[in-house]
Nanobody, 120 residues
Framework: VQLQAFGGGLVQPGGSLRLSCAVS????????MGWYRQAPGKQLKLVARITSGNFTTYGDYVQGRFTISRDNAKNTVYLQMDSLKPEDTAVYYC???????????????WGQGTVVTVSS
């Protein structure tokens, strides 16, 4: 199982970016999917999370600016980021709770991270 994140880059304050994270491999099903971020010198923090039933949770600092969604047919989770601020600058990581076809068990997998820089 692999998670591949896309969509990071440099954007001006007030701008938008859309991150994508695709899950591939021997997958039976996917439970929750989420995004975390780690700013330089800071701890990893939850950005947003979405369950298989589309229940969403957001970190307080992104409430109302970011939107998480998923496309189950494509095994992909998205993070639409609007009204970006310099303090949103971080490496963004996706994760997913994935069931294995081989073992039937679920475990959490992480993507490689994509860099978002918000600067003028």
């Amino acid at each position: 199982v692999q998670l591949q994140a896309f969509g990071g880059g440099l954007v001006q304050p007030g701008g938008s970016l859309r991150l994508s994270c695709a899950v591939s491999g021997s997958i039976s099903s996917i439970g929750f999917m989420g995004w975390y971020r780690q700013a330089p010198g800071k701890q990893l923090k939850l950005v947003a999370r979405i369950t298989s039933g589309n229940f969403t949770t957001y970190g307080d600092y992104v409430q109302g600016r970011f939107t998480i969604s998923r496309d189950n047919a494509k095994n992909t989770v998205y993070l639409q980021m609007d009204s970006l601020k310099p303090e949103d600058t971080a490496v963004y990581y996706c994760n997913a709770d994935v069931g294995s076809v081989r073992s039937g068990m679920f475990r959490v997998y992480w993507g490689q991270g994509t860099v978002v820089t918000v600067s003028s």
